[in-house]
């Protein structure tokens, strides 16, 4: 492994954009067949993977349906002459030639151009342990939880077989406004999750780790010191928008809205 994590590849750049966009394109797939969907009527989305809940001696089986969908408009690269669509390639600035995927290997960057090779067997290595658990650390208050970490949503369906155990788990767990604090293995990756509940089933939220937030913007003195009347103020402007609950279908992406009849009457 170390003489082959040695060797370093320019190219292997390419490799990674190439991966990127091809999760963007799984991921616009998805989003248009949901979208197809929603055209015809709403449609509780299919499961993407099962897993099982566990803490104590309670084990729940449950699926993962994603919750949400990117209906942002999407453009293409196309050549102006004849209005078709390009195609990328992968390109090596050494040997100044096109590559082929297979010519591709993945490489992490260590700085000043230089990368470390991994072989899909190392790579393979160093993932999680295969598992379908999703391991219950803790539970703590919900308030306690900044938004800041919440990364990815998924709704929790039980499984066939865990429908009683499931229910109970959502009944325990909701009005207690607390999360269950977890681990889960998915593709590969050790997830940080938080697991809460309402009225209408479990939902479970990929959490985003400690070293992956970044610290504040220092505020100046400034910014921390305001005269009482001015609060006074601010707290009345507040209190004149206030509302008593959240409604998001009050709010619509305006632009995705101009492109798609300006993509409807320019077709």
Same mark, same amino acid.
């Given at each position: 492994m170390a003489t082959l994590a040695r060797r370093s590849r320019r190219y292997a750049t390419a490799n990674t954009v190439n991966e990127a966009n091809d !999760? !963007?394109?799984n991921r616009a797939r998805a989003d248009r067949e949901d979208r197809g969907a929603s055209e015809g009527g709403h449609r509780e989305s !299919? &499961?993407?993977?099962? &897993?099982t809940i566990s803490f104590g001696l309670v084990t729940i089986p449950v699926e993962l349906h994603s919750a949400i969908k990117s209906l942002a408009p999407a453009f293409h690269l196309v050549h102006e002459t004849c209005g078709s669509r390009v195609h990328q390639q992968m390109y090596c600035p050494v040997h100044k030639r096109a590559v082929e995927r297979s010519e591709l290997v993945r490489g992490f960057d260590v700085g000043k151009d230089r990368y470390v090779v991994f072989t899909p067997e190392e790579l393979e290595h160093l993932e999680g342990p295969a598992s379908r658990t999703i391991d219950v650390a803790e539970f703590v208050p919900l308030t306690t939880v900044d938004p800041i970490y919440f990364e990815t949503t998924y709704y929790l369906a039980p499984r066939k077989g865990g429908e009683k155990a499931y229910g109970l788990f959502m %009944? &325990?767990?909701a009005g207690g406004a607390r999360l269950a604090l977890a681990t889960f293995v998915m !593709?590969?990756? %050790?997830?940080?999750?938080a697991i809460r509940a309402d009225d209408r089933g479990l939902i479970l939220h $990929?959490?985003? #780790? &400690?070293d992956e937030v970044r610290s504040r913007p220092t505020l100046s003195q400034t910014s921390r010191h305001s005269r009482p009347e001015e609060v006074k103020l601010a707290r009345r402007l507040i209190d004149d928008l206030a509302s008593p609950t #959240? $409604?998001?279908a009050r709010y619509r992406d305006a632009y995705r809205v101009r492109v798609l009849e300006a993509a409807r009457i320019m077709a």
């Amino acid at each position: 492994m170390a003489t082959l994590a040695r060797r370093s590849r320019r190219y292997a750049t390419a490799n990674t954009v190439n991966e990127a966009n091809d !999760r !963007r394109s799984n991921r616009a797939r998805a989003d248009r067949e949901d979208r197809g969907a929603s055209e015809g009527g709403h449609r509780e989305s !299919r &499961a993407i993977s099962s &897993a099982t809940i566990s803490f104590g001696l309670v084990t729940i089986p449950v699926e993962l349906h994603s919750a949400i969908k990117s209906l942002a408009p999407a453009f293409h690269l196309v050549h102006e002459t004849c209005g078709s669509r390009v195609h990328q390639q992968m390109y090596c600035p050494v040997h100044k030639r096109a590559v082929e995927r297979s010519e591709l290997v993945r490489g992490f960057d260590v700085g000043k151009d230089r990368y470390v090779v991994f072989t899909p067997e190392e790579l393979e290595h160093l993932e999680g342990p295969a598992s379908r658990t999703i391991d219950v650390a803790e539970f703590v208050p919900l308030t306690t939880v900044d938004p800041i970490y919440f990364e990815t949503t998924y709704y929790l369906a039980p499984r066939k077989g865990g429908e009683k155990a499931y229910g109970l788990f959502m %009944e &325990a767990m909701a009005g207690g406004a607390r999360l269950a604090l977890a681990t889960f293995v998915m !593709r590969g990756k %050790e997830n940080l999750v938080a697991i809460r509940a309402d009225d209408r089933g479990l939902i479970l939220h $990929t959490l985003f #780790f &400690a070293d992956e937030v970044r610290s504040r913007p220092t505020l100046s003195q400034t910014s921390r010191h305001s005269r009482p009347e001015e609060v006074k103020l601010a707290r009345r402007l507040i209190d004149d928008l206030a509302s008593p609950t #959240f $409604t998001p279908a009050r709010y619509r992406d305006a632009y995705r809205v101009r492109v798609l009849e300006a993509a409807r009457i320019m077709a």
